[in-house]
């Protein structure tokens, strides 16, 4: 939205500076036509002389005004280029600013229009045109005609050097409109003037269709790889540790002591409790962990008969609540305790689901509410509210930037990790417990790593790497323990 | 076998989702995947609405606490859904459909949907999320009370920060006005607080990747309702 409110401002200005310089040159053949006209009106041949000198005059020192009918120059050394690690469904398409793209303000280029052919056949189906963009390279994007008119075009912004434009269906869904499977690419990029003119095409570029089959290396981003080797070997091998006896101390989390304390408290006051999953589907792992807690919590509250209500935002959770809280029903040898009506789906409207939750719980006055799993703005206001009721509250979530809200409002947190080492230690098994030590392996690792970035970092700053044979600045000592091995390349 | 298999799927899918992460030819099996997430979804989406329409019903029946808001809930989702379904108030979009009524968009500009969308649900929501700055008022209120150590850290720290974030600082004593609180706010936001960020994405990203591996090995099954 920033990018779109500057450019328009840009253009804008520069549309106005344009109408200036119009103006002036107006202003200016204006003038000079009063001149030649006067010439004709002027009886006296000394007058003419006169006024022919001022005319000469005028033409010589006449401002030089740059024409808007002057066309402007397009883009050049059009590259296109396939980018690695990407299965085959990517590429670059890269170029040279048009000379009349400038820095200084007075630039007369509003966009650059890339234009994708394909050869010898056209396309002949809109749907097999679907591209996905990388954000922030593309402000607009135009498709137009079909059969032998043309293709497809995108607009970038100016100052813009490439654009990286990824396949979006597969081979088999190319084919699978018409499309010449056989065929190539012919890529060539206009520039696009601030008065809406276009310049002349650019050089064309031939280039094979995106490649259907794998081309590049089977295992990507390796360095990472090995490290996610390293610390699930590790979690494994604990686990198994565990598994023959090895007894590991699992350090105690407040937050999950409490929840006796909750429910406890609850069947004093004989209040309901109330538990959130975050507003999230089943496919974040935040939902999942707080699941296996309401598994835990459903058999506590069993055991004393209390009352949970579970209402989610998604209906997949709610079944999945439903298995939860039934199966610890069972497990705490109380059937009759499940009661379906109580796990309920809302809305998948965020806010419609807090006025629904905050509702009930000025209605009902739980004595306990838990709040675990994936929560974004409306944390505060659900705590807020369970706070406003007395209820004794416990969250956890790994959301770092809805943290501080739980931490301000809550009576226990569970920060982060201590919501996924939530269902090892509930659970009590040897088997998750040792999965816990091998977490604690792989932060010794990153403490490692992390030292070394700072001596690495330190290093850098003392002794820079200096300059290649081309001149160019070396990259510093952290790069690679940066970019490849931790962002994988 | 009824936990055995869901297991086995979540397995197995997992696994795969992980592996493409890493091997580009693996890529396309995990877009299948996320296909048919979205498809297992929207089927959800159906037994959703049921569920609402049960759950609101037998409210309405039993004449429980808030049976009202249950009628509102219900008629409002009957007419959101009517109106949708039913385009109403949309127009064909092209020359060429002038004759098919339903050919518009439902959430075409000036329809009743787009109406309802833009005058009802987004002024509802406007204000549901306005109720935001007064529970951070009365949250930071109680957060930054100095009953230890810490808490007022925790106080001074909140104030620094505040008054660097304040463009106009004419209120400030002139005796204060050595301190450079822009800088000493971004010290605190660049050093101490993204630290702490990082120290805590780390243990996630930990977290994260046990819990995962608890799922695929199917070690942890409590999601699932446990082995009973």
Same mark, same amino acid.
């Given at each position: 939205?920033?990018?779109?409110?500057?450019?328009?401002?840009?253009?804008?200005?520069?549309?106005?500076?344009?109408?200036?310089?119009?103006?002036?040159?107006?202003?200016?053949?204006?003038?000079?036509?009063?001149?030649?006209?006067?010439?004709?009106?002027?009886?006296?041949?000394?007058?003419?002389?006169?006024?022919?000198?001022?005319?000469?005059?005028?033409?010589?020192?006449?401002?030089?005004?740059?024409?808007?009918?002057?066309?402007?120059?397009?883009?050049?050394?059009?590259?296109?280029?396939?980018?690695?690690?990407?299965?085959? !469904?990517?590429?670059? +398409?890269?170029?040279?600013?048009?000379?009349?793209?400038?820095?200084?303000?007075?630039?007369?280029?509003?966009?650059?229009?890339?234009?994708?052919?394909?050869?010898?056949?056209?396309?002949?189906?809109?749907?097999?045109?679907?591209?996905?963009?990388?954000?922030?390279?593309?402000?607009?994007?135009?498709?137009?005609?079909?059969?032998?008119?043309?293709?497809?075009?995108?607009?970038?912004?100016?100052?813009?050097?490439?654009?990286?434009?990824?396949?979006?269906?597969?081979?088999?869904?190319?084919?699978?409109?018409?499309?010449?499977?056989?065929?190539?690419?012919?890529?060539?990029?206009?520039?696009?003037?601030?008065?809406?003119?276009?310049?002349?095409?650019?050089?064309? +570029?031939?280039?094979?269709?995106?490649?259907?089959?794998?081309?590049?290396?089977?295992?990507?981003?390796?360095?990472?790889?090995?490290?996610?080797?390293?610390?699930?070997?590790?979690?494994?091998?604990?686990?198994?540790?565990?598994?023959?006896?090895?007894?590991?101390?699992?350090?105690?989390?407040?937050?999950?002591? =409490?929840?006796?304390?909750?429910?406890?408290?609850?069947?004093?006051?004989?209040?309901?409790?109330?538990?959130?999953?975050?507003?999230?589907?089943?496919?974040?792992?935040?939902?999942?962990?707080?699941?296996?807690?309401?598994?835990?919590?459903?058999?506590?509250?069993?055991?004393?008969?209390?009352?949970?209500?579970?209402?989610?935002?998604?209906?997949?959770?709610?079944?999945?609540?439903?298995?939860? +809280?039934?199966?610890?029903?069972?497990?705490?040898?109380?059937?009759? @305790?499940?009661?379906?009506?109580?796990?309920?789906?809302?809305?998948?409207?965020?806010?419609?689901?807090?006025?629904? !939750?905050?509702?009930?719980? @000025?209605?009902?006055?739980?004595?306990?509410?838990?709040?675990?799993?994936?929560?974004?703005?409306?944390?505060?206001?659900? =705590?807020?509210?369970?706070?406003?009721?007395?209820?004794?509250?416990?969250?956890?979530?790994?959301?770092?930037?809805?943290?501080?809200?739980?931490?301000?409002?809550?009576?226990?947190?569970?920060?982060?990790?201590?919501?996924?080492?939530?269902?090892?230690?509930?659970?009590?098994?040897?088997?998750?417990?040792?999965?816990?030590?091998?977490?604690?392996?792989?932060?010794?690792?990153?403490?490692?790593?992390?030292?070394?970035?700072?001596?690495?970092?330190?290093?850098?700053? *003392?002794?820079?790497?200096?300059?290649?044979?081309?001149?160019?600045?070396?990259?510093?000592?952290?790069?690679?323990?940066?970019?490849?091995?931790?962002?994988?390349? | 076998?009824?936990?055995?298999?869901? +297991?086995?799927?979540?397995?197995?899918?997992?696994?795969?989702?992980?592996?493409?992460?890493?091997?580009?030819?693996?890529?396309?099996?995990?877009?299948?995947?996320?296909?048919?997430?979205?498809?297992?979804?929207?089927?959800?989406?159906?037994?959703?609405?049921?569920?609402?329409?049960?759950?609101?019903?037998?409210?309405?029946?039993?004449?429980?606490?808030?049976?009202?808001?249950?009628?509102?809930?219900?008629?409002?989702?009957?007419?959101?859904?009517?109106?949708?379904?039913?385009?109403?108030?949309?127009?064909?979009?092209?020359?060429?459909?002038?004759?098919?009524?339903?050919?518009?968009?439902?959430?075409?500009?000036?329809?009743?949907?787009?109406?309802?969308?833009?005058?009802?649900?987004?002024?509802?929501?406007?204000?549901?999320?306005?109720?935001?700055?007064? @529970?951070?008022?009365?949250?930071?209120?109680?957060?930054?009370?100095?009953?230890?150590?810490?808490?007022?850290?925790?106080?001074?720290?909140?104030? *620094?920060?505040?008054?660097?974030?304040?463009?106009?600082?004419?209120?400030?004593?002139?005796?204060?006005?050595? *301190?450079?609180?822009?800088?000493?706010?971004?010290?605190?936001?660049?050093?101490?607080?993204?630290?702490?960020?990082?120290? *805590?994405?780390?243990?996630?990203?930990?977290?994260?990747?046990?819990?995962?591996?608890?799922?695929?090995?199917?070690?942890?099954?409590?999601?699932?309702?446990?082995?009973?």
């Amino acid at each position: 939205m920033w990018r779109s409110a500057i450019s328009i401002r840009h253009l804008a200005m520069r549309q106005t500076q344009t109408q200036h310089g119009a103006c002036d040159e107006a202003r200016t053949q204006y003038s000079v036509l009063s001149a030649r006209q006067s010439l004709g009106i002027v009886p006296c041949a000394a007058w003419r002389l006169l006024l022919l000198v001022a005319f000469i005059t005028l033409e010589l020192f006449e401002p030089t005004v740059v024409s808007a009918a002057d066309p402007i120059r397009p883009p050049s050394n059009v590259k296109v280029e396939e980018i690695p690690y990407r299965g085959g !469904t990517s590429i670059k +398409v890269s170029w040279d600013l048009s000379p009349d793209d400038t820095t200084d303000g007075d630039s007369r280029v509003e966009a650059y229009e890339i234009r994708f052919d394909q050869v010898p056949k056209p396309f002949s189906q809109i749907e097999s045109l679907a591209f996905r963009f990388l954000p922030g390279w593309i402000w607009n994007r135009v498709w137009r005609g079909r059969g032998s008119s043309f293709v497809m075009r995108l607009q970038t912004l100016p100052g813009a050097r490439s654009i990286e434009p990824s396949k979006y269906y597969d081979g088999s869904s190319f084919d699978g409109t018409g499309v010449d499977s056989g065929s190539t690419f012919r890529v060539s990029v206009v520039s696009i003037g601030t008065d809406k003119a276009r310049s002349a095409y650019s050089n064309a +570029v031939t280039f094979p269709r995106f490649r259907t089959s794998p081309q590049t290396a089977p295992i990507d981003k390796s360095w990472f790889a090995l490290v996610v080797i390293l610390v699930c070997g590790t979690v494994i091998v604990c686990t198994e540790l565990a598994r023959r006896g090895k007894p590991f101390y699992v350090r105690p989390i407040a937050g999950l002591q =409490a929840i006796e304390e909750a429910v406890g408290r609850a069947t004093e006051m004989g209040k309901p409790m109330l538990f959130v999953p975050g507003i999230q589907d089943m496919n974040e792992i935040d939902t999942v962990a707080g699941l296996t807690i309401l598994s835990s919590v459903a058999k506590t509250a069993a055991e004393y008969d209390t009352p949970i209500e579970v209402p989610t935002t998604r209906s997949l959770v709610m079944t999945a609540a439903r298995e939860a +809280v039934q199966a610890a029903a069972l497990a705490a040898g109380r059937p009759d @305790y499940y009661n379906e009506d109580r796990i309920y789906y809302v809305t998948d409207e965020q806010f419609g689901y807090v006025a629904h !939750t905050c509702g009930w719980m @000025y209605r009902e006055q739980p004595a306990a509410c838990f709040y675990l799993g994936k929560f974004y703005a409306e944390s505060l206001i659900l =705590a807020e509210t369970g706070n406003a009721v007395g209820a004794i509250q416990i969250a956890g979530t790994a959301e770092t930037t809805q943290l501080p809200f739980f931490v301000a409002a809550c009576d226990y947190t569970l920060i982060g990790e201590e919501l996924f080492a939530a269902s090892a230690y509930l659970s009590g098994e040897p088997a998750q417990l040792g999965m816990l030590k091998g977490q604690d392996f792989g932060k010794l690792a990153a403490m490692v790593l992390v030292v070394i970035g700072c001596l690495l970092a330190t290093w850098d700053s *003392i002794l820079p790497r200096g300059k290649d044979a081309q001149g160019k600045d070396l990259p510093p000592r952290t790069q690679f323990l940066r970019d490849e091995v931790l962002k994988g390349g | 076998m009824q936990k055995t298999v869901p +297991v086995v799927i979540a397995g197995s899918v997992g696994a795969l989702m992980a592996l493409a992460f890493f091997s580009p030819p693996l890529l396309w099996m995990r877009e299948k995947a996320e296909e048919w997430f979205t498809i297992l979804a929207a089927i959800a989406m159906l037994l959703g609405g049921t569920n609402l329409c049960v759950h609101h019903l037998r409210r309405i029946s039993d004449r429980e606490a808030g049976w009202g808001f249950s009628a509102v809930t219900l008629l409002t989702f009957v007419i959101t859904v009517g109106v949708g379904v039913l385009k109403v108030g949309v127009v064909p979009e092209s020359a060429r459909n002038l004759d098919r009524a339903w050919s518009g968009g439902y959430l075409q500009e000036g329809g009743a949907f787009w109406w309802m969308f833009q005058y009802v649900y987004s002024p509802m929501m406007s204000t549901m999320f306005a109720l935001l700055a007064f @529970y951070v008022a009365s949250a930071a209120f109680r957060a930054f009370r100095a009953k230890n150590f810490e808490a007022a850290l925790l106080l001074v720290t909140a104030i *620094i920060v505040l008054i660097g974030q304040t463009p106009d600082r004419d209120f400030l004593p002139e005796q204060l006005s050595f *301190i450079r609180f822009e800088t000493l706010t971004e010290l605190c936001k660049k050093t101490f607080v993204t630290a702490g960020q990082r120290a *805590i994405m780390i243990g996630i990203a930990l977290g994260v990747a046990a819990t995962s591996l608890r799922i695929l090995l199917g070690l942890d099954r409590s999601y699932l309702g446990g082995d009973e």
